[in-house]
């Protein structure tokens, strides 16, 4: 008796569906965002944290991402690719919101995160992870894009260093600085 089962079909190729994109097939796009959100959502979560400009940037992402399509040249991975566009679209935002919070910041809120008395509150009703990504945020936006990218997002030295367009020693500074400022903000508050 032959029994055909219907194979499964390979999913395509990044390179497939930018083309057949390029071709006028745009809801192959679709996949491509389908293929990348959750990378990207967990990239600007811990950029930005969770809410509504997180959201906001992440959409921005894939806009941008579509409409450089036609130049995009393969030579980095469309993840790679997408990393860095959410890296800097998340600077952008932080820049935005730190001009934002110093037009109205009072001399309290200036204060380290070490001398807010009531921090001690707010980090110990957070669960693990919450735990971590509330000590990112107090964390400097160039410091905190190396930590994501190397310790979340699993980079390497030289992937970091390329996508951020840094040294690697830099990469490797930034790194050292934010495990030692991470592990000081979550001990002393854990």
Known sequence: MNMDYPSQAKPLADAVLISLVLQGETAYF??????YE???ATTLHAMLGHGAEAEDVGQEVFIRFYQSLGSFRGEASVGTYLTRIAINLALNALKKRKIQQSRFETYDDALPFESKSNISDDVNSLETNEWVEA???????????VVVMRLIQGYSVKETSEILEIPQGTVLSRLSRGQNQLKTLLTKYR
């Open 135 to 145: 000590a990112l945020g107090y964390l400097d936006s160039g410091i905190r894009a």
């Open 38 to 40: 959750s990378k990207i």
């Open 30 to 35: 679709a996949t491509l965002i389908q293929r």
